[in-house]
C-alpha cells in the first residue's frame, strides 16, 4: 500500500480550506501544524460579519486592474495566513509550520509558490511560525 507524504497530506488539507475562500482573484488556503496536529486553519476572504466579494460580484482591486502584491489596502478580505494564526493562537504557533496552498480562480493553475505579503510575513514571524511549506518546498524563519 502506498500513503502519500505528511507534506501532501497537509497541503491537501490547506488546498481543500481554500475553497472556502471569497475573493474573486486568488484561493488561499493555509493551516497551523504544530507537532504533526493541525491547530489552525484559514482562508483568504471577508472578515467575519462583513459582505463577501463572491456575494456581490465586486473587488475594487479587480476593477481597478491593481496588480497582485500591491494596494493591500484596497482589499477587504483578510489572508489565509492571518486567520489561520488567528484560529490557532500564539501559543499553539511558537514552533509550528504553516503549510500555504495558492490558486489562481481565473486559470485555475495552483500557485506553485504561493508566498505571504510584507503584512503577513511580520505576522507569521511574531506568531513563532518556524516554517512556510508550499507546494515548491520549504522556508525556514
Known sequence: MSRISKTD???????????????????????????DEVVGTGYNGSPRGEVNCCD????????????????????????????SIISAGRKLCMGADLYLYGEDIETGEIMEVPEPCPICMGIIK????????????VVCL
Open 9 to 35: 497530506y497537509y497541503l491537501g488539507i490547506a488546498r481543500a480550506v481554500c475553497q472556502r475562500s471569497t475573493c474573486l482573484r486568488h484561493r488561499y488556503g493555509s493551516i497551523v501544524v504544530l507537532k
Open 56 to 83: 456581490t460580484n465586486k473587488c475594487y482591486r479587480k476593477e481597478h486592474n491593481i496588480p497582485a502584491g500591491e494596494q493591500y489596502e484596497h482589499c477587504v478580505a483578510s489572508h489565509s495566513e492571518t486567520n
Open 126 to 137: 511574531n506568531a513563532g511560525i518556524a516554517r512556510i511549506i508550499t507546494q515548491k518546498g
